[in-house]
């Protein structure tokens, strides 16, 4: 098997063995985006001179005993993730030219874990979005199918690991971004629960849903990669001084014990047949592993899309306000005054979703309409996390699909931004909650052209229950026998 198709796992053990050496896989991994992104798009920046020194350090660390946990294992970036030295465009021109000054705390704790930092990958800009194709820099394609869409706004993490040109991805997710990329894309991706992570570094969209998280090869990666980055940070005051478990002691063998819920309101209007089967097919494979499963329900599903489409929208406009053509990035020329420099920077910088979603935001945050919108929606949250809780009173796991669909055409649904804010329906829940989510391969399209579309499916769990969350997956993926495959690239 060539390295860069290896999970991190098998590659520790061939380094470890001494069968590989961290500077050969970070080439097999700097190759395979040479020969493959001119098509896939998935990087916007690679660093090959830093991951290699990269990887020679951390061959001259496991020569003296001293590997951590994830040495010589090259890793994509999201681009919205600062890595010092690096670009961090976040997907937007209005960042085109900024050079990070710091690590995010993320980047530091994967840095002292060993591993090696290939380049930083694209996005939908300011990760607003659900196929990454509003990414400033070229919209990646799905590995599996092209033409298609990768899923965003993650996409690139998705691609790069699916396509075997990085391990392991971090990408962030506010509504989804994590998730719904894995799930197109036949991989494993986990949105940890709010503050688990630090979104020191992270560029902020809507600070009370965001979260960083890793987009894996298979469940036992994706507890490696989070164990590397969870725990408390004080440089990020929503970040939780919680200890962090053992995630890959988690990953036993069994259901005994362990209730699923199966939430009736995800399996509604819109669904495709063949995604909910999926879903079905994996309910019945976890039954047969033990567990006890019962239906639940969460009444308050119907205003998800809009209360998220409401606070996201809001915090983003108060996020994007500093990018003012002054402080970062882009700043227009032809100025005659200060407002001049803010309208035509703004303007000339952000792409149309991005205004719009500013638009939307600052309207819902104004004086004599912020009680009807930004208040209502904060409120109508309180109701949607309190159908959590009282759900997870009845099962420990919840168990759906990730997407009403499995991947469609690139620039199939781009001029239709309410048919995208209504696919993200399954997955904008987990962050308006706060709980931590995964999407794990489920199975493949039968029906339809193409056939052979990843399909995924959703765990969710109640706060800081990542272990169990992590044990359902592994039992999933043990069950239904769709472990890693590189995406065929055909
Ligand atoms: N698709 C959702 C949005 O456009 C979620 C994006 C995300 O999680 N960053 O807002």
New binding site residues.
Partial sequence: MPSNTMTIAEATRAMAARQLSAAELTQSCLDRIKDVDGRLHAFISVDGEGALSQARQADADRARGQAGPLAGIPISIKDALCVKGLPATCGSKILEHFVAPYDATVIERLKAAGAVILGKVAM?EF????TSETCAFGAPENPWQPGYVPG???GGSAVSVAAGEALASLG???????R?PASLCGITGIKPTYGRVSRYGLIA??SS??QVGPLCRDVADTALMLQAICGHDRRDSTSMAMPVPDFTAALTDGMKGVRIGVPKEYFGEGLEDEVAAVARQGIEALRQAGAEVVDVSLPQMPYCVAV??LV?TAEASSNLARYDGVHYGFRAEDCQSLLDVYEKSRSRGFGAEVKRRILLGTYALSAGYYDAYYKKASQVRTLIKNDFTAAFDQCDVLVSPVTPTPAWPLASRQDDPLA??L??IL??SA?LAGIPAMSVPGGFSVKGTPKGLPIGIQLQAGHFQEEVLLKTAHNLEKALGIGWRPAPLV
């Fill in positions: 939908d990760a607003m979005g659900s965003g706004s993650s962030s997710d506010t509504g989804g971004s994590i719904q969209y809507a849903l965001d998220y489409y996201a995208l804010y696919g993200d997955t904008i962050n």
